[in-house]
Structure formats: C-alpha cells, structure tokens
C-alpha cells in the first residue's frame, strides 16, 4: 500500500451499504483522491475528476486483466469481451459488438420501440395501479432485446434471473456473490451449448456473431461469450433506469410537471436519472504501472474500483448533487455509462427505450403516487425489484 494513501477496514459491499451507499460515498471522497480498502486489498476512486481521469486512461488503468472484484468472474470474461479487453483486441471486439447499435440499425428500430411503448403505456394506464419495476420496465427491455439478441426461446425466461445474478457475481466473494455464481454458471452454460449458429434466429445479433467468427474476426468462445454481453447489461440497466425514473418523479413531482411542459427534456432528464441514481455503481481497473493520481501514488498491479454512483454525486462536480433536477446543466458529463473507450455500446439504445416511454406516459399521466417500493440487493445495481405505484 501507498503511504500517502489513506487505509480503512470498511465493507464497500455489505448489505446496508448497497443499500444507502451515498453518505459513505461522500465519506470516502472526503477522505481523499483513493482510500485503500483493508478487507479487499484494493484501492478505491470515489471522486469524479479522479474516476474520470481513470477511465479516460485505458492505457495506464487496464480492463484486461477483468473489471470485477474477484479472480473468479475475471478469468471468464478477461479478453473475452469487450468490457474486459484492451488497446488493440478491445477495438476488434468493439467493432463486432457494435455492429446491430450503430445508428442506422438504431434507426430502424425507433418505430418498433415506440410501437411498443405506448402499447405498455396504454395497458399500465387502463390499470392506473401497477408495479412500475415489472410491469412497465421490464417490458421495453424484455420485448425488444431479447428478440434482436435471438436466442433460443427455451431458457429465455431466466434472462432476468441471469442477469442480475451476473452483476452480483461482479463483487468480492462473499456469501451474496458466491450464491451467485452457481446462477451465473447456469448462464455461461446456456451460452455455451445454446448459443450456436443452428439454434439462433437468423439475422439477430448474436448470428452475427458467428458470422463474425466465420470471418475470423473473433474465434467462436468469444460469439458466445458476446452473447452475454448484449443480454446482462441490456437488460438489468435500462430496467433500473427506468424504474428508478420513476421512483424520482413520483418523490418530485414537480419535475414530473416541468418535463409534461416541455418534453423536449426528455434527454436531460434521463441523464438526469442516470446521474443521480446511476444504476451500474462501480467496475474496477488494475493499474498496469504506478500513477499520480491528484497528488497520490497508486502502486503498479493494483486493482482499483471505479465508483461511478460516487463519482455522479460529488459535490466538487455538481451543485447541490443530492437533488434531483432534470434542468440540470452539464448532466450529459455523468459517468453512469461508463466513459472513454468502454463507454457502455448499448446506451444510445437505452435512451431510446426510455425515451419512448416517457414520450408516451407524459399526455396520460398527471403525477405518480408512490405507494410501495423494495430495492434490489446487488453488488454492482441499484435498482427496484417491486415499485407499487398509481397513477392520476
């Protein structure tokens, strides 16, 4: 460890702190550019100039060696995806994820989306009480995704159980993430013996993988592990999104009433979200060779978890960063989704999802009265798993 960096015995990861994170995030960004975790051997980047600066330097601040906080999850994913790739294998990879989210592919789903936007939004308004987490959220992400991914249908309702269990298996291995890995297991499995060319829909994302390995572009592991990376974060991501948007415009209602006036803020207010509630809270880098980082050295090989939640919610950044404002100048510099060269593929396709919902709630909903809410308990989301609402 850094003697100039200061050290603490504190659980990052434990119950209560998933839970009400924000009051120990100020803690540890108080405390300095990093703070040294005792229980975890690593090193952790709260604040947002420094968690920016790590992410803007892929070369010093490496995904390869895996992005989670165990050396389990790691030796899976370590070069095999895009999120856990570097430098020249991390842009061959990008170019083949990428590929069905390019704008002109994006395009060409806006009418489905919206289609099927104001189907949902027309059905949860005839209800008027609904749970917004299931009901509304996951329908965009479920209905959409899962059918341009085009797998096989048998097992495709264990997508949402796979890809929560997913981001908890990112975390240390503690009792949560450990119980988590036999889930996660079962979804690697699916990929491997499911995701295969004579089984998948032709034309989906996930042919084109395999077309891509034909070509030589990637080898056939990683189309199916690539699979997964369209599947998990698709999925769990936008759901939080926007069931946390919700959440903060039934608790602001005042904000409910800006955007039906203007809705033209709609992109703002979902970086607005994001920002605030931000529902990836953290990945991790390893340093491939020491670094000044704003006045601190950290050593090289280390591993450093990136807290954008924190990193979304600091003072030194943003007036009065705890309040929800979707007029919020400057919003669109959050680092919900990542920043730099792994910036998130697939939030343009996101905001489009959310977009179109609140495209269509905003003629039928006046404000939305929160009657009952549970969070989810995960090493890497925040998020709802109930969120009892009616709408007026």
């Avoid at 030589?216 to 759901?239: C, F, Q, R």
């Avoid at 809705?263 to 920002?275: C, K, S, Y």
Wanted: contains cysteine; aromatic residues 8%; negative net charge.
């Amino acid at each position: 460890m850094s003697s100039n960096i200061p050290s603490m015995d504190f659980d990052l990861y434990g119950e209560q702190q998933l839970l009400n994170p924000f009051d120990n995030y100020r803690m540890l960004r108080d405390k300095g550019p990093l703070v040294y975790l005792e229980n975890l051997d690593m090193y952790v980047a709260a604040r947002y100039r420094d968690v920016k600066e790590i992410l803007s330097r892929p070369d010093v601040f490496v995904s390869g060696k895996g992005v989670m906080m165990n050396d389990t999850v790691n030796g899976i994913f370590a070069g095999g995806i895009g999120l856990c790739s570097d430098g020249e294998e991390h842009r061959r990879i990008r170019r083949v994820e990428s590929r069905p989210l390019n704008p002109r592919m994006l395009r060409e789903l806006r009418d489905t989306i919206t289609s099927e936007a104001e189907a949902v939004v027309n059905e949860v308004t005839q209800q008027r009480r609904f749970n917004a987490a299931t009901k509304l959220a996951q329908y965009l992400p479920l209905r959409i995704v899962s059918n341009l991914v085009g797998l096989p249908e048998e097992g495709r309702e264990r997508m949402l159980l796979w890809a929560a269990a997913n981001f908890d298996s990112f975390g240390p291995l503690n009792e949560r993430a450990s119980g988590a890995l036999g889930v996660f297991d079962e979804m690697v499995g699916y990929a491997m013996t499911q995701c295969v060319p004579a089984k998948l829909k032709p034309g989906s994302w996930a042919a084109m993988l395999h077309e891509a390995a034909e070509n030589g572009e990637i080898s056939e592991n990683d189309a199916k592990l690539m699979a997964l990376s369209y599947v998990a974060p698709s999925l769990d991501t936008t759901i939080f999104a926007t069931s946390s948007a919700i959440w903060l415009f039934a608790n602001h209602p005042e904000q409910w009433q800006i955007l039906r006036d203007r809705p033209t803020l709609i992109p703002n207010a979902i970086n607005e979200v994001i920002r605030i509630e931000s529902p990836i809270q953290g990945f991790s880098r390893v340093a491939a060779e020491a670094f000044d980082l704003d006045g601190v050295t950290i050593p090289a090989n280390s591993r450093v978890i990136v807290l954008f939640g924190s990193a979304n919610r600091d003072e030194r950044q943003w007036g009065n960063p705890d309040v929800f404002d979707i007029q919020r100048p400057g919003v669109s510099e959050h680092v919900g989704f990542g920043y730099g060269e792994h910036v998130c593929i697939g939030n343009n396709l996101a905001r489009m999802e959310i977009s179109a919902l609140f495209t269509a709630l905003i003629p039928k909903v006046e404000r939305f009265e929160l009657l009952s809410e549970e969070r989810v308990l995960n090493s890497t989301l925040r998020g709802f798993s109930e969120l009892d609402v009616t709408i007026h």
